[in-house]
């Protein structure tokens, strides 16, 4: 990071940069879940089936997980407004397509375009977030970012179901435009160049290695969770392919001089501790996150708005507590956060894993409430540690690692989930004596749907034995002439 560029005299306008990057940033997590409640109106719009449906989330995720590992290179390569602009851009213009989609394959395209402004976006929040503003304060700004990223995904659900009663699924793309409009404006006005553009060598292999290796298997677990489950012969290839690609990619990257992105990151022990935590909470996130929706509206027979409204209060709570764990984060380090809080999450999900058709609204908002602060005492402060331990030439590759990994970690988790829950439901139906009886429809749901909380909990258990592992990193390097 040395260089004419980085004097100590470099003052940045920090407020409106930030600014900037959470209101896109915010616009861009709030239509990732805002479909969810959606897909059950969109498959008799547009007549597909829950699996095809599933695509919009999975083709969304996919190409998180294939660009996002590019992002590294794409900060050394174009400035901090480039590729704000160019990320901006195409959220406008993939929420544009989205909202005038007359079918399903125009509207999977739209997602793809989406999620092609979200990919650029997110690393690049990580990052000038980390290069603005001084590790002793990192906490609070982090806390920031996990207030957006929390909320959108956590009123998205709501506000879409209230959408979708009123006016029609097009809607939820029609409300995000001139939000995406006034952050593309505000960042033209405000958003600065922090980083260096150093244009390190690009390496095709490296390239084609990475997208192979992390769409196959974002690919092959999401269609896991499809009919042919995990013994599909896509499934196994497309894991199979995955893997093979990854190990290549791995040994390519230490061997090159210029790896375009730097798995030395992991020589740094609490780096690795905190890429494991942020994996296992997105797992046990995005796939509670799906199957406790999907159970309110199928199990309990709730409306999309009201199933959205009982997950609000824990999303608002998950949301609020992110600025303070960043504050408490920056005040006593990660440890005393981290732990209780997979103390947590494996307590709610043990009580989720006993939800019935009968459990009442108390419950699952007392729940649904409990699970949110614990994750906010494990995400925020697992990461920023991690990132804290790594020498400032490694944050792009440090932030591209936990970026994508927590893509692939929620298609991972998802998969998981929809395949344990449609698993037990199968296996509940082999013990009744009248499997064609819709009576037992239900029944056999919920029980599939305990095995998948249960499946959590064990996750969260896992999370909590690497914890103990946890130390507190003092940054050695101060962000140099970062801020005045």
Same mark, same amino acid.
């Given at each position: ?24 940033? $915010? ?31 999975? !083709? &969304?995720? @996919? ?40 079918? +399903?394959? $125009? ?11 979200? !990919? ?10 980390? @290069? ?27 506000? !879409? ?18 939000? @995406? ?74 061997? %090159? ?13 609490? +780096? ?9 909470? %997105? ?44 504050? @408490? ?21 043990? $009580? ?10 108390? +419950? ?6 409990? /699970? ?19 020498? /400032?030439?490694? &944050? ?48 056999? +749901? ?13 996750? !969260? ?24």
């Amino acid at each position: 990071m040395q260089g004419k560029k980085q004097t100590p005299e470099r003052k940045f306008k920090t407020i409106p940069i930030l600014v900037s990057l959470l209101l896109a940033g $915010f616009i861009g997590m709030f239509s990732e879940t805002a479909l969810n409640v959606a897909l059950t109106d969109l498959m008799q719009v547009l007549n597909i089936t829950p699996t095809t449906a599933q695509w919009l989330t999975t !083709a &969304y995720l @996919l190409t998180l997980g294939i660009l996002v590992p590019i992002s590294g290179l794409l900060l050394q390569w174009f400035t901090t407004r480039q590729l704000f602009i160019a990320a901006v851009s195409f959220s406008i213009l993939g929420t544009f397509l989205a909202a005038i989609s007359p079918s +399903f394959e $125009f509207l999977l395209t739209a997602r793809v375009v989406q999620a092609m402004g979200t !990919a650029l976006l997110l690393p690049l929040m990580f990052n000038t977030i980390l @290069l603005i503003i001084p590790a002793e304060k990192r906490g609070g700004a982090m806390g920031l970012i996990g207030l957006v990223i929390m909320v959108a995904p956590a009123i998205g659900p709501t506000i !879409a179901g209230l959408l979708i009663e009123s006016l029609s699924w097009h809607w939820i793309f029609w409300l995000s435009l001139p939000f @995406l409009v006034a952050a593309l404006i505000f960042g033209i006005l405000f958003m600065q160049n922090v980083s260096e553009v150093t244009k390190p060598k690009i390496d095709a292999l490296s390239i084609l290695l990475s997208s192979l290796g992390f769409g196959g298997i974002v690919y092959g677990f999401s269609s896991a969770g499809e009919e042919a489950g995990w013994g599909s012969p896509k499934v196994i290839i497309a894991i199979a392919i995955g893997v093979v690609a990854l190990v290549l990619f791995a040994v390519r990257q230490l061997t %090159m001089k210029q790896p375009m992105i730097n798995l030395r990151a992991f020589k740094y022990p609490m +780096f690795t501790v905190g890429v494991l935590m942020v994996f296992i909470c %997105m797992m046990v996130i995005l796939s509670s996150m799906l199957i406790l929706p999907m159970y309110l509206q199928q199990g309990q027979g709730y409306t999309a708005f009201k199933a959205g409204l009982l997950l609000l209060p824990g999303g608002i709570i998950n949301g609020l507590m992110s600025p303070i764990m960043g504050r @408490l984060f920056d005040k006593y380090g990660p440890k005393w956060l981290v732990i209780p809080g997979l103390v947590i999450v494996a307590v709610s999900l043990w $009580f989720f894993s006993s939800i019935t058709p009968t459990s009442t609204v108390v +419950f699952v908002i007392v729940l649904h409430s409990a /699970l949110m602060i614990g994750i906010s005492m494990i995400m925020m402060p697992a990461q920023t540690n991690g990132i804290n331990q790594l020498p /400032l030439q490694y &944050y792009p590759d440090g932030t591209a690692i936990m970026n994508t990994l927590q893509q692939v970690a929620g298609a991972i988790g998802t998969a998981l989930a929809v395949s344990i829950m449609t698993a037990g439901s199968k296996s509940f139906m082999k013990t009744v004596t009248n499997p064609a009886d819709p009576i037992n429809i239900v029944p056999a +749901f919920t029980h599939g749907v305990q095995n998948a909380f249960i499946f959590g909990m064990i996750m !969260a258990i896992v999370g909590l034995v690497v914890a103990f592992f946890l130390k507190r990193v003092i940054v050695q390097h101060k962000a140099q002439g970062m801020m005045h």
